[in-house]
T-cell receptor
C-alpha cells in the first residue's frame, strides 16, 4: 500500500508563475520529511528537510511546510524558471538514523513553459 | 567534491545473463543503499549496507545480492537477470544521521533486460 501520496501527478505552469505541490502520507512514525528534485535522467537532489511537528523551511525560491498532525507537507516554488522543470519527490523518514526506512512518493512532474 | 558515482549508466542484457552494477562514494559514508525506480512508483529499497560486510535486505531483495568490501564501494548483482528487473537503479549514500545530514544519490543506471 502506498504510504506517500503526491498531488498533482503532473503540473504545467508558465515561467514566472508560482506553484504548490502537495504530499500526504500515512507513514508512522514520521521522523522527518524531505523534498527532492529529480531532473530527467538524473539522480535525486535534496531541496529541503523538515523535522519539527509544525515546520517551515525556505531555500531560495523553494519553501516548504510540514504538519505532522495532518501528515501533510507542501512545497512552494516561487517565480518558476524553465530549469525548475523536473520531478519533485516527497520522502518520509520513519527514523532519524539509517536504521529507519525512507518512504518515497511517486513524484509530481512539473513542466515550466515559456 | 561530494559525489555518488554509478557505472555503467546504461546497460542492455539478455535474460539469464549476470549483471553487475557498481557504485562509489567519496564521502566516507557508512550507509549505502540500492533502490529501483519504476514508472508511477516511488523508489523501492532493494538492499541497505551499514558498513563493510554489513548488509541487510530491503523491501524487494528477491533476485538481487550485494557486495560491500570497501566502505566507498557498493555493488548490486543480478544473477540470471529477468525481464521484470528492467528498471532504473539508484545508489545512494548517507551518514548515520539521516534526518540532519544529506542523502546523496547517483545519477542512476538504466538496465534493460531483453
Amino acid at each position: 500500500k502506498t504510504q506517500v501520496e503526491q498531488s498533482p501527478q503532473s503540473l504545467v505552469v508558465r515561467q514566472g508563475e508560482n506553484c504548490v505541490l502537495q504530499c500526504n502520507y500515512s507513514v508512522t512514525p514520521d521522523n522527518h520529511l524531505r523534498w527532492f528534485k529529480q531532473d530527467t535522467g538524473k539522480g535525486l537532489v535534496s531541496l529541503t528537510v523538515l523535522v519539527d511537528q509544525k515546520d517551515k523551511t525556505s531555500n531560495g525560491r523553494y519553501s516548504a511546510t510540514l504538519d505532522k498532525d495532518a501528515k501533510h507537507s507542501t512545497l512552494h516554488i516561487t517565480a518558476t524558471l524553465l530549469d525548475d522543470t523536473a520531478t519533485y519527490i516527497c520522502v518520509v523518514g520513519d527514523r532519524g538514523s539509517a536504521l529507519g526506512r525512507l518512504h518515497f512518493g511517486a513524484g509530481t512532474q512539473l513542466i515550466v513553459i515559456p | 567534491d561530494m559525489k555518488v558515482t554509478q557505472m555503467p549508466r546504461y546497460l542492455i542484457k539478455r535474460m539469464g545473463e549476470n549483471v553487475l552494477l557498481e557504485c562509489g562514494q567519496d564521502m566516507s559514508h557508512e550507509t549505502m543503499y540500492w533502490y529501483r525506480q519504476d514508472p508511477g512508483l516511488g523508489l523501492q529499497l532493494i538492499y541497505i549496507s551499514y558498513d563493510v560486510d554489513s548488509n541487510s535486505e530491503g523491501d524487494i531483495p528477491k533476485g538481487y545480492r550485494v557486495s560491500r568490501k570497501k566502505r566507498e564501494h557498493f555493488s548490486l548483482i543480478l544473477d540470471s537477470a529477468k525481464t521484470n528487473q528492467t528498471s532504473v537503479y539508484f545508489c545512494a549514500s548517507s551518514s548515520w544521521d539521516t534526518a540532519n545530514t544529506e542523502v546523496f544519490f547517483g545519477k542512476g543506471t538504466r538496465l534493460t533486460v531483453v
